[in-house]
């Protein structure tokens, strides 16, 4: 997906908006912050998230950390080759290293999370 | 912070920079799994500058260091490198470090960057005839089964003779160094003690070889978390022994050291905790500070952990209680649950550094 187009949390993951459904993945800061990520844990399919909640665990050589829904929602897709391909989260973080897809998403919420533009500069500003 | 005479290079070679006690130093260069295995399979470049260097030269300053470590000095053979222990009255471990014993007369001692302050001001009071050379020294560590062929090739001959756990002093590039082979990773490798204003040229003519890759201490920790070699600062520290970090074969228990009547107890009387290796069931690793539990009782706790690339696991040291430390026993870790498993000494057992050379 064009980060561009994306939205972006302080905790450093991205949603995007996709045929009615919202994906969500990790930025490429945080990866790079990152490194080698070596464990993917996702969500189970049908689970209701709410904003805030821990959503997914991601490991990397040298630490472990959770990711948290972006947005209130129930999981719809879950993206398992990330799980066994978890490499996939540092080569293509934006595109085959997204991490679940949400279904009836509060749109309140998904219109309050940062534009590109400003998480270019919250990242910058770190 | 402190920067080694290799700061400017890492820059070069692209490397993500922290601070590591105080000093700034390179975590990681392309990625630690690939340099991770870059070692395992042809050879890793490691600054290790940080590191402390000593000089002791006459017999009273060998004796004043032998009665300061767990291990005979006294009657380390010239050539030898012998891995030992700094303790405090009580036993507890201040430094663990490497000595070569260069000749009759005169021994280099390499210690760890964390209680360098602390540990030089105590040898400065109570070693004659020691120098502290780490001003003016870099520590270079090539480390890998290629690392014999690349440095032959770049006219090293004095390694030619080395074996594992020995070292010398040699001629090399115009100027004296000191090599030993002995290593961290285990792999075969060798630590190269130069004239600081060698290190860059020398740092080039290495990573020009096609073999040679630039690594960090990402790399340097997951590559000694496999082989199960303790990290000081991490592993251990002045409220652990050499008992429970499982050195008991480097204290000669006939020399004189501090807190041995403490040790000499506490070998009596047994039952006392133990570093010990960590496998879990899947690429998650068990993290510094994680609780390990038997049949839900705490049984000890993580002081470092790690995602293992050679052995695709999560690899993890741990002081456990005597009766837990039994490889093959399965534990729980961590606030979820994490399966893990008791493992022996080295978890990653493909590793070269022993490989017989002609």
């Not at chain 2, 000593?54 to 032998?66: M, S």
Request: overall charge negative; some cysteine; hydrophobic content about 40%.
């Amino acid at each position: 997906m064009n980060p561009e187009s994306l939205r972006y949390t302080m905790d450093h993951e991205w949603v995007g908006e996709q045929n009615g459904l919202c994906v969500v993945g990790i930025t490429d800061y945080a990866q790079e912050q990152l490194g080698d990520v070596t464990y993917v844990e996702l969500p189970k399919i049908g689970q209701r998230l709410k904003r805030g909640e821990e959503a997914a665990v991601v490991e990397s050589v040298k630490a472990a950390s959770d990711v948290y829904a972006p947005l209130s929602g129930e999981v719809a897709e879950i993206n398992e080759q990330v799980e066994n391909e978890t490499d996939l989260v540092n080569r293509d973080p934006y595109g085959r290293g997204w991490f679940f897809k949400l279904k009836k998403y509060d749109a309140v919420e998904y219109a309050e999370l940062m534009t590109y533009t400003a998480y270019r500069a919250f990242c910058q500003g770190r | 912070m402190r920067k080694t005479p290799l700061f400017e290079s890492y820059a070069r070679c692209g490397a993500r920079v922290v601070d590591f006690h105080g000093w700034a130093l390179p975590v990681q260069f392309s990625g630690i799994i690939e340099e991770h295995t870059a070692t395992r399979t042809r050879a890793g470049l490691f600054d290790c500058s940080h590191m402390g260097e000593f000089i002791i030269r006459g017999e009273a300053g060998i004796a004043a260091l032998d009665r300061m470590v767990i291990g005979d000095m006294v009657h380390l053979a010239a050539g030898r490198c012998r891995y030992t222990a700094l303790l405090n009255d009580s036993g507890g471990i201040i430094d663990d470090c490497v000595a070569l014993r260069l000749g009759p007369e005169e021994l280099y001692l390499v210690t760890n960057a964390g209680p360098l302050d602390a540990v030089t001001a105590m040898f400065d009071t109570t070693i004659p005839g020691i120098e502290s050379v780490y001003n003016r020294t870099a520590k270079l560590d090539l480390q890998g089964p290629q690392s014999r062929q690349i440095l032959l090739e770049l006219g090293l001959a004095g390694i030619a003779p080395l074996k594992y756990w020995s070292g010398t002093r040699c001629e090399w590039r115009g100027a004296e160094i000191i090599v030993s082979r002995a290593g961290y990773t285990g792999e075969l490798g060798y630590e190269l003690y130069l004239p600081a204003e060698m290190a860059a040229d020398v740092w080039d003519a290495i990573l020009a070889h096609s073999m040679a890759v630039p690594c960090g201490l990402g790399a340097r920790d997951t590559l000694r978390t496999e082989m199960c070699y303790p990290l000081n600062g991490e592993d251990v520290d002045e409220s652990r022994t050499p008992l429970e970090a499982g050195m008991e074969r480097f204290i000669a228990w006939e020399t004189d050291f501090p807190g041995k009547a403490r040790l000499l107890e506490m070998r009596e009387r047994g039952g006392y905790p133990l570093l010990t290796p960590v496998v879990s069931s899947d690429r998650r690793a068990p993290r510094h500070g994680f609780e390990l539990r038997l049949d839900g009782r705490p049984v000890g706790a993580v002081t470092s952990g790690t995602f293992g690339p050679s052995v695709g696991r999560g690899v993890a040291l741990a002081y456990l209680e005597a009766g837990a430390a039994v490889p093959g026993t399965c534990l729980s870790a961590g606030p979820k649950d994490m399966k893990i498993t008791v493992a022996e000494v080295p978890v990653y057992k493909g590793g070269t550094c022993r490989v017989r050379l002609d």
